[in-house]
């Protein structure tokens, strides 16, 4: 990796770890380093850090490290952030253990754990993915259990699929889990 590339390196990580919302020590985990040398790097010492662990850095943060310019000074493009994002998306399946169920008054709503995957079948139980809301049809923005834009729940719980639905959340958590 270039001198030039790898200077502008920790103010683009440190950009990214914060819009993610990613603490240093959750990062250095993530990487394998110590939370201190992620302080240091962030402050600026380069050194601080090894190239093998940038480049770890760069996969956890989704920065794509070849859209950069050898410049000296920093410059940070969306163009080194942005293409590696992934989609939103949940299983559609209720019964998948990527949906993770809760009860909210007389309602149950999922939310997804994250584990489903990101192409266009679940990694867990191979259902279709939701990536759109089926009650208003844009496009998910934010992981949750509801809408973004019209707050319906993404995925609805059967009438009448149990008559003990607090046994069944129950459950159902559990297996999520364990996932």
Known sequence: MKQEILKQLPKLIRAARLEQGITQIDLANKVGCKQSAISMMEGGRVEAIAEATYEKLAEVLN???????????????????????????????FQCPSNKPYIVGSDIYFMPTGKSGFSNRCA??????????????????T?????????????????GYTEDVVGWVEQARIQSEQL
């Not at 867990?124 to 809301?133: F, R």
């Not at 992981?143 to 009438?159: A, D, I, Q, T």
Request: proline share 12%.
């Open 63 to 93: 920065i794509n490290i070849s859209a950069l310019t050898p410049v000296s000074a920093p410059i940070i493009t969306a163009a080194a952030i942005a293409p590696l994002k992934p989609e939103v998306a949940m299983c559609a399946n």
């Open 143 to 159: 992981p949750g259990g509801c809408c973004g834009h019209c707050g319906k729940p993404l995925l609805e719980f059967p009438e």
């Open 124 to 141: 867990i139980c191979g259902e279709i993915l939701i990536k759109v809301c089926p009650h208003c049809g844009v496009k998910l923005q």
